[in-house]
T-cell receptor, first 113, second 113 residues
Framework: NAGVTQTPKFQVLKTGQSMTLQCAQDMNHNSMYWYRQDPGMGLRLIYYSASEGTTDKGEVPNGYNVSRLNKREFSLRLESAAPSQTSVYFC????????????FGDGTRLSIL | GDSVTQMEGPVTLSEEAFLTINCTYTATGYPSLFWYVQYPGEGLQLLLKATKADDKGSNKGFEATYRKETTSFHLEKGSVQVSDSAVYFCALSVRQGAQKLVFGQGTRLTINP
């Protein structure tokens, strides 16, 4: 039972480069989320998708774009990476009905030089 | 806006000691409250939750009670073990469609044998 799978686990980029973080869940959840985790700041919501075909901004969306490719997959794209985007990125999913808890992937550690 | 404030860490205890990690919140609606735990190199896992005032969430010997009058959700455990060493996050969500979590900054707990 894989749960939420994120790829890659580690990545180093140069300033200005672009990349896409992938996330897939196999729990048939309708909602998916992207967070970033920075030291001393907890996790902050970047974007979320309440259901297939919809996406919305979270607390810190600037510099990112997302795509809900289908019910299983939700990708996060950095078009022009900046050092301030160095962080650990987590994908999560849940069924929003009944306020079910979110299930998290193991994270992608991203460094921007 | 909605926010969560956690007891600052790191916290270091001896095995079998009593644990309290304080958490207070500010929210405009009637939030659900959560404690998540993050073990090294892993994503977050739900530890316990409470969805209304005076509810007590419990799991693995941990407990927390939703106190509306003091806007608090303190985490307690009567006798900690080395395996409890992790980072603990308090979080809230106010239902507005998708479950958007707002996290505290996290508290690193280390238990010495």
């Amino acid at each position: 039972n894989a749960g939420v799978t994120q790829t890659p686990k580690f990545q180093v980029l140069k300033t200005g480069q672009s990349m896409t973080l992938q996330c897939a869940q196999d729990m048939n959840h309708n909602s998916m989320y992207w967070y970033r985790q920075d030291p001393g700041m907890g996790l902050r919501l970047i974007y979320y998708s309440a259901s297939e075909g919809t996406t919305d901004k979270g607390e810190v969306p600037n510099g990112y774009n997302v795509s809900r490719l289908n019910k299983r997959e939700f990708s996060l794209r950095l078009e022009s990476a900046a050092p301030s985007q160095t962080s650990v990125y987590f994908c999560a999913s849940n069924n929003r009905e009944g306020n079910q808890p979110q299930h998290f992937g193991d994270g992608t550690r991203l460094s921007i030089l | 806006g909605d926010s969560v404030t956690q007891m600052e860490g790191p916290v270091t205890l001896s095995e079998e000691a009593f644990l309290t990690i304080n958490c207070t919140y500010t929210a405009t609606g009637y939030p659900s409250l959560f404690w998540y735990v993050q073990y090294p190199g892993e994503g977050l896992q739900l530890l316990l939750k409470a969805t209304k005032a005076d509810d007590k969430g419990s799991n693995k010997g941990f407990e927390a009670t939703y106190r509306k009058e003091t806007t608090s959700f303190h985490l307690e455990k009567g006798s900690v073990q080395v395996s409890d060493s992790a980072v603990y996050f308090c979080a809230l969500s106010v239902r507005q469609g998708a479950q958007k979590l707002v996290f505290g900054q996290g508290t690193r707990l280390t238990i010495n044998p």
